[in-house]
């Protein structure tokens, strides 16, 4: 089994954080048969030739996305990405972009549209396919996930999902997780062999997709209390979250007792409507799937909560001063790897880009 190690250097760590850094590499196996040569026989007979089958040899299953396919599919989105964030503009998303990518875009550009900052978060996928990820499924609606370049040079790739939803209409990306740093990535069958389409709700695994989505997001929300068993691997966005937090309630509390002044939650859910997943060499999947998550700060009465000037959560808003309540909404594409129910293990995230949504207070 041959295995590509695609390496790519850190891109910078905006304000928000959310962005990965640093080098890592998603692992392909060859998934190539191997072709046993004949040796001639010692005896001096001649042996029959051998009865030809009694019927049709079953073919076996073929990728119904070609490398081919996803080359020229991957740049469209790209183009589509570049056009729609130029002209501020998420119509310009079509056909190559749907689903909640379209949404998050949506209301990024409207956060632009107040405070042009914002312009510094968007994350655009690159145009070249690193490595496919196709499904021999032939059902619709049919997924594919492609690790894509970064449109950042030197930047960190992205896991990219991708749906066609009947045979008339187009692959299309509803959403793309930034890889993980430091975390080890399984392997993957070769284009040209392809993996099994996996169901949100299918068995075989140390969880199904849907309960491990669910999981990620109850930890995300609440932290490491949600599990108890320990199932769930740790990872940079979690990490990230929690850090940023904690952080921003030490600050809301400076000087007087802890949540005195103010307090902040994240609370995280899943998307159910959106789901791609593919099987991967040992048994486990790579499934891809959507959070929506509110960060509120509940300011105690009495309370005043001034930010500075430059914060572009507030230039959003129109004001810097809250005495109630102030609060941001996000939209989260992540990857997670699951392990087979045999194998067991952990359930490791392995990407995840965040767009802020929206911004409010009183």
């Known amino acids: 089994m041959t295995r590509y190690d695609l390496r790519h250097s850190a891109r910078k760590d905006l304000m928000m954080s959310t962005r990965p850094v640093g080098r890592r590499g998603l692992f392909l196996g060859a998934g190539s048969l191997l072709a046993t040569g004949l040796l001639a026989a010692c005896g001096s007979e001649v042996e029959p030739p051998a009865a ?17 396919q996803l080359t020229s599919i991957v740049p469209e989105v790209n183009a589509a990405v570049v056009a729609a964030d130029e002209a501020l503009d998420a119509q310009k998303l079509a056909p190559r972009v749907s689903g909640s990518a379209v949404d998050f875009r949506t209301a990024a550009y409207a956060m632009i549209e107040k405070a042009e900052e914002w312009a510094e978060e ?48 187009p692959y299309a990306a509803w959403g793309w997780a930034q890889q993980a740093v430091g975390i080890e990535m399984p392997m993957v069958a070769d284009a040209a062999v392809g993996s099994e389409q996996v169901a949100v709700d299918s068995e075989g695994f140390v969880m199904t997709p849907a309960e ?36 921003e309630r030490k600050e809301l509390n400076a000087g007087v007792e802890k949540d005195e002044a103010a307090t902040v939650h994240e609370s995280f859910s899943v998307k159910t409507e959106e789901f791609a997943g593919l099987r991967t060499d040992d048994g486990g999947a790579i499934v891809m799937g959507t959070l929506l998550s509110t960060r509120t700060v509940d300011i105690k009465d009495g309370a005043t909560m001034s930010y500075a000037e430059d914060n572009k959560y507030t230039k959003v808003i129109g004001k810097k001063e809250f005495t109630s309540e102030y609060i941001r909404t996000f939209g989260t594409h992540v990857a997670v790897y ?13 990407g995840a880009t965040q767009t802020a949504l929206s911004a409010t207070g009183e």
């Open 122 to 169: 968007l994350q655009v996928p690159g145009a070249e396919l690193l490595v496919p990820l196709t499904s021999v499924t032939s059902e619709f609606p049919r997924v594919a996930i492609a690790l894509v370049e970064d449109s950042e040079e030197e930047g960190v790739p992205y896991f990219m999902a991708l749906q066609q939803s009947d045979a008339t209409s």
């Open 338 to 350: 699951l392990p087979s129910a045999d194998a067991g293990g952990q359930i490791q995230p392995i």
């Open 52 to 68: 030809p089958p009694t019927g049709k040899e079953l073919a076996a299953p073929t990728p119904v996305q070609t490398t081919e």
């Open 212 to 247: 491990a989505l669910e999981l990620y997001a109850r930890v995300l929300s609440l932290g490491d209390a949600e599990d108890p068993d320990d199932q769930l691997a740790p990872n940079p966005f979690q990490t990230g979250t929690h850090e940023r937090i904690q952080r």
